[in-house]
């Protein structure tokens, strides 16, 4: 089975700037997850769709959104980019929310000018 | 807030020797535990759990403990061996979200 691959692995922005990221889970995978891990801070959880519905959402401003696509698929936003918003962003798949074991991609370094 | 606390950034250990990884969490509603390996560039894979309902478990060099009462989870991985060189995370989950620690950076030095 092939894993999980996010689209771009590297993007540059500058301030003000939007963004787009992309997240393909694993076949029959239909939970998918996005996290930001800057240093120091770990992974912080941005927010979760299964069945093409957000069923959890971290603490992070309005600026970050998401969505999924009825194969899954998944995409995340983050509209007037920020110099804080570099970090690397990592999408993660799962069977079910229920799942106790998460499948992560390697992730989409932003870099933020 | 930080849920699920790494309070050691980095550590180095001689090869053959046990690296001992500690995390501390703070929720008592966690039900299951893991520890992820990153490599630069690459995201954290899985590399062990255990449920709440046990206090112990292995798998080859690795050897994940668990003490709900002091709410402190430690890994261990006897004898350490220089591909394990890597950033490693703990996470907790509740049955509805994973929590990660902030890593450690462990070296093991040849």
């Known amino acids: 089975k092939a894993g999980v691959t996010q689209t771009p692995r590297y993007l540059i922005k500058t301030r003000g700037q939007q963004v787009t990221l992309s997240c393909s889970p694993i076949s029959g995978h239909r939970s998918v997850s996005w996290y930001q891990q800057t240093p120091g801070q770990g992974l912080q959880f941005l927010f979760e769709?299964?069945?093409?519905?957000?069923?959890n959402k971290g603490n992070f401003p309005g600026r970050f959104s998401g969505r999924q696509f009825s194969n899954s698929r998944s995409e995340m936003n983050v509209s007037t980019l920020e110099l804080g918003d570099s970090a690397l962003y990592l999408c993660?798949?799962?069977?079910?929310?229920?799942?106790?074991?998460?499948?992560f991609g390697p992730g989409t370094r932003l870099t933020v000018l | 807030d930080q849920q699920v606390k790494q309070n050691s950034p980095s550590l180095s250990v001689q090869e053959g020797r046990i690296s001992i990884l500690n995390c501390d969490y703070t929720?008592?509603?966690?039900?299951?535990f893991l520890w992820y390996k990153k490599y630069p560039a690459e995201g954290p894979t899985f590399l062990i759990s255990?449920?709440?309902?046990?206090d112990k478990n292995e798998d080859g060099r690795f050897t994940v403990f668990l003490n709900k009462s002091a709410k402190h989870l430690s890994l261990h991985i006897v004898p350490s061996q220089p591909g394990d060189s890597a950033v490693y995370f703990c996470?907790?989950?509740?049955?509805?979200?994973?929590?990660f620690g902030t890593g450690t950076s462990l070296t093991v030095i040849p």
């Open positions: 769709y299964f069945s093409e519905t957000q069923r």
């Open positions: 255990i449920s709440s309902i046990k």
């Open positions: 993660a798949s799962s069977l079910d929310p229920r799942s106790d074991t998460q499948y």
């Open positions: 996470a907790a989950y509740t049955g509805n979200q994973f929590y």
């Open positions: 929720n008592s509603m966690f039900d299951y």
